[in-house]
C-alpha cells in the first residue's frame, strides 16, 4: 500500500484475509466521524508554530502524522481525550523522535479550538456520493462542543438545506457529554436517524474508538486507513471516503 506522505486515493487491492467484509445488507444511516474521515488539522499554524520553535518539518508529513498518531493511540488502548501516545508518534513521523519539547509544542496546539478545519482531499467527493445513494448522514464525533459549527464553516456539510451536503444531526461529545468508544453516543445517533443498530454503520479513523464503540452498540464499523497503517486490524477498511458509497450500494 502508499509508503511515505502519499495516501492511497483508491482501493489498493485486497486487504489481508483477517479483515472481515461489511455484511452485503442495506443501510438506513450513515455515522461519519469527523476528524481524519472529513477534516484534518490544518497545516498551516502547525507548520508555523514548528518553524517559530525552531523546529525544521516536511509539511507534506503532517497528514500521514495524523494517521500515525491514530495508530499509537490504538496500540496503547487508549482512553478518549488522552493523546500522550498520539503526540509521540506524530512527531517521530516529522522526525524529532524522543524530542519532549515538539511533542508539548503540539499538545499545546491540539488543545486550541478550530484547528481541525482542512478538509481532507476526499471529503467533498466523498460526501457528494453518499448523499447520492440517498442513505442519510449522521455525524458522530469526539470533539469540543465546536464540530457542527467547524463543519458547516468548512462548507463540506450542514444540518438541512445549505450550500454543503445536508446532513440529518451531529453529534459532538463535547455537547452531548458521552465519548466514542462509550455505546451510549451511538445511542443518541440513532435516536437521531430513527433507525436500529443493525441498520447503521459508522465511519472512523479510530480503532480504539470508532470500531470498538460502534461494535459495542451494534453497528457495522468501517475503519479509515489512507496510508495501510493498520493490516491486522479485524474490520473492514477504506481508502478514503469516496469508497463507502460502494459499500452503500
Known amino acids: 500500500m502508499a509508503s511515505d506522505s502519499t495516501p492511497l486515493t483508491t482501493a489498493a487491492g485486497p486487504y489481508p484475509p483477517t479483515v472481515q467484509a461489511v455484511p452485503s445488507r442495506p443501510y438506513d444511516v450513515v ?77 499545546d496546539l491540539w488543545g486550541r479550538s478550530g484547528l481541525w478545519s482542512q478538509p481532507l482531499p476526499w471529503a467533498a467527493a466523498g460526501l457528494a456520493a453518499i448523499a447520492a445513494t440517498g442513505v442519510p448522514i449522521v455525524i458522530v464525533s469526539n470533539a469540543d462542543g465546536t464540530v457542527a459549527e467547524l463543519l458547516t464553516s468548512t462548507g463540506l ?39 436500529t443498530a443493525d441498520r447503521a454503520v459508522h465511519i472512523g479513523d479510530a480503532y480504539q474508538y470508532d470500531v470498538l464503540g460502534a461494535r459495542a452498540a451494534g453497528i457495522d464499523p468501517v475503519l479509515v486507513d489512507p496510508y495501510g497503517l493498520h493490516l491486522n486490524a479485524d474490520c473492514h477498511r477504506v481508502a478514503s471516503l469516496v469508497e463507502v458509497a460502494e459499500l452503500l450500494r
Open 157 to 195: 456539510l450542514q444540518v438541512g438545506a445549505g450550500p454543503g451536503v445536508a446532513v440529518a444531526g451531529i453529534i459532538d461529545s463535547g455537547t452531548v457529554g458521552v465519548a466514542k468508544p462509550d455505546p451510549r453516543i451511538f445511542e443518541l445517533a440513532l435516536t437521531v436517524a430513527e433507525t
Open 31 to 107: 455515522f461519519l466521524d469527523a476528524g481524519g474521515v472529513l477534516v484534518s488539522p490544518h497545516p498551516d499554524p502547525i507548520a508555523a508554530r514548528f518553524l517559530d520553535a525552531g523546529f525544521a518539518i516536511d509539511s507534506a508529513r503532517l497528514l500521514e502524522a495524523h494517521y500515525q498518531g491514530m495508530l499509537a493511540i490504538d496500540d496503547a488502548h487508549a482512553e478518549p481525550e488522552v493523546f500522550d501516545d498520539y503526540h509521540r508518534a506524530y512527531v517521530r513521523h516529522l522526525g524529532l523522535d524522543g524530542n519532549q519539547a515538539a511533542a508539548a509544542l503540539l499538545q
